[in-house]
Every structure is written in structure tokens, then in C-alpha cells.
């Protein structure tokens, strides 16, 4: 019998059996990028993580609502409350307008995303389409006498608040430590207490992003876009929210206390978070020069990296660790990724091939077949362990040792089932191509064309044209394909 899947809930410190607030719906809010640059390998983990999420939750047959926004206006320098927009500070730079900053990189991270081979969201709200609904939301954390008005702009009371509720219970962060660090940071002199956090900001003279409000021309601050957003079209209280690890504060901790104050929820029942990336085990950084965007990393064109690796390749590589796990990028690291990224494609275009008319007349019920159903047994199972996509690989591994077993003639079809074949294809594709959500580098229009060439090569190799055998092999090593010699013949493999 299949285990109940089972998730790490950030809110409790624990795994928790995963029961939506509706089924057969279930709602998922991601935090998604805030767009003055080019996305970057944090970006590609969180995204890839709910991309996971999303796929199984469908697997199991959920009718599943997933939002992932887009920050396109009210993040300012360092997290804080004070400073220059980031995305007004990026538009300065180019000698654009905002919106043409918000728009391009904007189009950078969908372009990046679907290169993935991330499944769309249902739902992508900007926060700028929102302006009505995070003024609303304000205006009913005021009404409950949790926030202030200080010349234009509106701050949460932290203080207040945390007389009936629990501020730091995402984070684990004692408010008075939360506040200590605060004042060695924040300059500002308008708000009561460091630890409070702008709902809405008044607008300079020289902002351009802004918006009329009941305090006057501004624009909102960044938690509370997730919190009316996510709220819009998820509803009060909804089963998952999250993003990267570096949001649980102040972010998360902030939408909760948001939410509490106006909904009287916590928003999200789940919250999930997925670790850092780090490159050689640095965190990442522009002063640092070690900064990959997505771009970067798929062209080579970054000095950190040694060619190019294709979006599949960093899939690969972000899913063979636990999302809840630190991920360091090395070169190494990615090499080797691409090598088992190949071998699990081959093992895919080899099931296509195998002949399966071989079994179909046999009874078997051995080891073998035993064998079979406990890696594809287990593959359900690492899943449904708090998304284990790391145990997941491995026993994809352990049916593509049978794959290769069959394709190389050291294992006999007579040793197993039609049963227990049927579910080795099954259970291998499922998760390779739908769940793990890897596809071809190359365009599946290429396997007629190789065909074509393997017929070239076998006539060459007859003839014994060496010269040609040679241009062969070298023109297809360039796009990442070798050709095999097997006991059963020639057969083209990704190398």
C-alpha cells in the first residue's frame, strides 16, 4: 500500500501529513521574483522545487490552483523600509522607466522558466495589478489598531500585535533580538519601534512608481503584496505558501502577521521553504564575482563555469539534492550532472526501443519481478516522503540498471513478468518525464534524422570507410550523441 504524502512544514518544525482544507482543491503561493535583473540560480531552485509540487499534487489527481507572483514594484534596498527601490534604482541605471525594467526582466524569467521545463502557473498577478487590494487589506490592519499613520506612510505595529499573537513564530526570531539588530541598520526616524515594517510608503518627489492612496500618493511595501495577493485568489486561509529560505524573514514572518491582523489566519497552513545556493560553497554575490544568472550558466559565458550546461542539466543537478538542503554549484558538480542526466534520457529512449513483444508470453514472478516493484515502490515513497527527489534518482537508477541489462543482452526476458515490465515503463517514465519534469535537450524530430545517419554509419562501417565512420562519430559527439556498438546492434545514445 502507498504511503500518504508527507510535507516539512516550516510553521511547526516537523513533517506533517499533508491534508488539504478542500480536496479534491488545493492552492500553492509562491513568492516569486522581484524583476530589476537577469534570474539567477535562486531563482531556478524555487522554482524547480514548487514546479515539483505542482506536478505531483496533480499526479495524484488535486485540482490544484498554483500562483507565483511577480515583484514589480515596492522592494526596496537591503529588505528594509528606507532606501531606493530596487527596480526605480535599476531603471535609473538603464535610463528606462520602471515598468520597461519590470516588463524586461520580467520576460527574462518566464524565458528561463520555461527553459526548465517549469509547468506555468494558473495564476502570475504582478503587484502593481494589486494596488487596490493591498490598500484594502491596510486599511483593515488600521481599523483593528495594528497599524499607524505617520505623514503618508503606514507602518505595522510590531509591539501591539505581539501582545496577541506571536511574532517570530515562522522564524523563531525573539522579537527583542529582532529589534536590537534593527537599530544598527535602520536610520529612519519615523517609525515608533525599529522592528515595524512599512504597509505603505509616502512617495518622494522623485519616485516615479506610485499610487494614490486614503494617505496620500505612494506605493506599498513589499509584504503586503504576497499577503492580498495570495488572499485574492487563494482565499483567508489556503494550504501552501513558500519560497527560498531567505524569505521565512522578514517576509513570511511579515505576510503572517498581515494576515493575522486583517483575516485572522495564518495564511497558509504549509509553508515551505527550500535552501540556498551557494557556488563552491560561497553564498552568492555580486561583489563576490561569483553571480551566475540563468543566462550565464546556459551560454558558459560566466568565468566561474567551464561551457555551457542546458537548462536540464541544472535541473538534474538542483534535483539530486533535498530541497531543504544546502546546494553548493561546482564545476565538478554539474559535470557529473550531465552525465546522469544522459544516462536516465538514454535509459527513456532505450524503454522506446526494447523489445517489448519479447515478453509478452512470459509467466515469470521471480526475483527479478520482486526486484522491479521494490524500486518503483520505492520511487512513491521517496516522494512521498517530503518531495525526496534525491531518493527518487537513485531508484530511477536502480530500474535503469535493469534497462541496460536487457539492451546489452546480461538479462533475459524470460526473467520477468509482462506485469512487472509494464511497471518498470510505467513507473520510470512517470517520474523521469512527467514528475521530475526532464524532456530532451534535442528536439524529439532528431531521433527520424538519426536513424538516417546510423544506416550512413552501418554502410560506412561495411565498407569499411574509415574516414567517414570518423566524421560520423566527431559531428554528432559535437551535439552530445555517440553511436554504440551493442551485441543487438548499432543504436545512438546521449553521451
Request: hydrophobic share 40%; net charge neutral; charged share 20%.
Amino acid at each position: 500500500m502507498q504511503q500518504p504524502l508527507c510535507i516539512y512544514n516550516s510553521l511547526t518544525r516537523q513533517k506533517e501529513l499533508f491534508k488539504p482544507l478542500r480536496p479534491p482543491f488545493v492552492g500553492i503561493y509562491l513568492c516569486g521574483p522581484t524583476v530589476y535583473g537577469k534570474a539567477h540560480l535562486g531563482h531556478a531552485r524555487a522554482a524547480i522545487t514548487f514546479d515539483i509540487l505542482f506536478r505531483y499534487l496533480q499526479h495524484l489527481d488535486y485540482k490544484v490552483r498554483y500562483v507565483r507572483n511577480i515583484t514589480d514594484v515596492g522592494h526596496l534596498e537591503r529588505d528594509l523600509d528606507e532606501g531606493k527601490d530596487k527596480i526605480a534604482q535599476q531603471a535609473k541605471l538603464e535610463e528606462v522607466s520602471p515598468m520597461e525594467v519590470a516588463q524586461r526582466y520580467t520576460n527574462n524569467y518566464r524565458k528561463n522558466m520555461e527553459q526548465l521545463n517549469l509547468l506555468p502557473p494558473s495564476i502570475e498577478p504582478c503587484a502593481s495589478g494589486h494596488i487596490p487590494e493591498q490598500i484594502t487589506m491596510i486599511e483593515k490592519i488600521i481599523q483593528n489598531g495594528l497599524a499607524y499613520i505617520i505623514d503618508g506612510s503606514v507602518y505595522f505595529d510590531v509591539a501591539k500585535y505581539n501582545q496577541m499573537h506571536h511574532y517570530g513564530k515562522l522564524s523563531g526570531r525573539m522579537i527583542e533580538a529582532t529589534r536590537s539588530g534593527m537599530r544598527s541598520l535602520v536610520k529612519q526616524t519615523d517609525k515608533r519601534d525599529p522592528v515595524d515594517f512599512a504597509l505603505w510608503k509616502k512617495a518622494t518627489p522623485m519616485h516615479i512608481m506610485r499610487w494614490a492612496s486614503p494617505w496620500g500618493e505612494g506605493f506599498p511595501g513589499w509584504h503586503i503584496e504576497c499577503s492580498a495577493m495570495s488572499a485574492k485568489y487563494l482565499g483567508n486561509q489556503f494550504d501552501i505558501h513558500g519560497g527560498g529560505m531567505d524569505l521565512r524573514f522578514p517576509h513570511h514572518e511579515c505576510e503572517i502577521a498581515q494576515a493575522q491582523a486583517s483575516l485572522n489566519t495564518d495564511l497558509a497552513t504549509y509553508w515551505i521553504h527550500n535552501n540556498l545556493v551557494t557556488i563552491n560553497g560561497v553564498k552568492m554575490g555580486k561583489s563576490l564575482g561569483n553571480f551566475i544568472t540563468l543566462d550565464e550558466l546556459f551560454t558558459g559565458s560566466h568565468s566561474a563555469i567551464d561551457q555551457p550546461y542546458s537548462p536540464m542539466v541544472l535541473r538534474f543537478f538542483m534535483l539530486q539534492a533535498h530541497y531543504r538542503s544546502t546546494l553548493s554549484i561546482t564545476v565538478e558538480g554539474l559535470q557529473a550532472a550531465y552525465q546522469g542526466y544522459r544516462r536516465l534520457m538514454n535509459g527513456w529512449y532505450l524503454l522506446t526501443q526494447l523489445d517489448q513483444e519479447a515478453v509478452e508470453n512470459t509467466h515469470t514472478n521471480g526475483r527479478l519481478d520482486e526486484a522491479i516493484y521494490a524500486d518503483c515502490a520505492a520511487c512513491y515513497s521517496a516522494i512521498n516522503d517530503d518531495f525526496n527527489t534525491a531518493k527518487v534518482l537513485a531508484n530511477l537508477f536502480n530500474l535503469l540498471k535493469k534497462i541496460n541489462g536487457w539492451h546489452n543482452g546480461t538479462l533475459s526476458y524470460a526473467a520477468i513478468s509482462k506485469a512487472a515490465w509494464n511497471a518498470l515503463r510505467k513507473t520510470y517514465t512517470t517520474f523521469l518525464i512527467d514528475l521530475l519534469g526532464f524532456k530532451e535537450d534535442h528536439n524529439s524530430s532528431i531521433h527520424p534524422m538519426l536513424e538516417i545517419v546510423l544506416m550512413t554509419y552501418q554502410k560506412a562501417k561495411s565498407a569499411k570507410q574509415y574516414n567517414q565512420i570518423d566524421f560520423i562519430r566527431t559531428t554528432l559527439h559535437k551535439i552530445g550523441i555517440a553511436i554504440k556498438d551493442h551485441p543487438n546492434g548499432i543504436r545512438w545514445e546521449y553521451q
